[in-house]
């Protein structure tokens, strides 16, 4: 409690643009990929400044496989709802499916935001 009575609240964390990228892969992956990587690095033109993003990511289990399979097949054309962001390109640049031990789906993706404004 404060010193007036009142019941103090932690501190909002704020969440980058980074942090709701991964939020918003990981919901189009059904919450079923775990993020191995995510790197970002900062891109430019003349007209328009963003970053790129490389997220690994990696499916375990026939139900987690079967949500990256359409995980590859939607992200292409998925819209992104990203406050002051868009998402101009999207695409899986590498994806492996293992069996054995345990069925198992590696994929990597690279999404380059812009900033709008």
Not at 29 to 58: C, K, M, N
Not at 90 to 109: G, K, Y
């Amino acid at each position: 409690m404060s010193a007036e009575g009142k019941v103090s609240r932690p501190p909002r964390l704020r969440r980058t643009v980074t942090d709701r990228l991964r939020v918003a892969v990981l919901q189009l992956a059904d919450h079923q990929a775990q993020v191995i990587s995510h790197s970002e690095t900062p891109w430019a033109s003349i007209t328009f400044a963003g970053t790129r993003h490389l997220l690994a990511l990696v499916f375990a289990g026939d139900t987690a496989v079967e949500a990256g399979e359409r995980f590859i097949a939607a992200l292409p054309e998925h819209e992104f709802m990203i406050p002051g962001q868009l998402v101009a390109d999207a695409t899986v640049v590498e994806a492996e499916h293992r069996l054995f031990p345990s069925p198992r789906l590696s994929a990597t993706c690279e999404l380059l935001l812009l900033e709008e404004g």
